[in-house]
């Protein structure tokens, strides 16, 4: 790729991601630029990340309708953005505090998505440590 090329192509991957993360503070799933076929993999999510969530019913109605509650006054910094080699995904290192909760769930994220060349999500993977959220205190929130 050219330089020009290359730089649309990172755009286009941070956008995919950032929009993501908006979606989160939003709590607009409609923004997110999943693909009709993307697939989910998540800590906390049912089945794991053994088991995704395929299709994005799937994830709406499976990791989304039951995460919308913790999202109120969530807060989200986004840290950073790292390419692979490809370009085909980009991982982005994020803090998202949970503030359902008290105290204040702090989750160190480091999310993977895969994007197509329309700039659609099709594969997601969430990584953090869930033990902060999955207290009794939490599920209780």
């Excluded at 330089?3 to 607009?28: I, M, S, V, W």
């Excluded at 105290?103 to 990584?127: C, M, S, W, Y």
Aim: net charge negative.
């Amino acid at each position: 790729m050219s330089n020009p090329e290359l730089t649309d192509r990172k755009q286009q991957l941070r956008h995919a991601a950032e929009a993501y993360f908006e979606g989160l503070r939003q709590k607009n799933f409609a923004t997110i630029p999943f693909d009709d076929n993307a697939s989910l993999r998540a800590p906390i999510a049912p089945g794991g990340v053994h088991h995704p969530l395929v299709g994005k019913n799937a994830v709406y109605e499976q990791w989304w309708l039951p995460l919308v509650p913790a999202l109120e006054g969530v807060e989200i910094t986004v840290l950073d953005h790292y390419f692979n080699e490809s370009l085909t995904a980009i991982c982005t290192e994020a803090n998202i505090t949970i503030n359902v909760v008290s105290p204040p769930a702090k989750l160190r994220v480091a999310d993977r998505f895969t994007v197509n060349a329309e700039g659609q999500i099709t594969e997601q993977e969430n990584h953090f440590d869930p033990r902060d959220i999955t207290n009794p205190g939490w599920q209780n929130a």
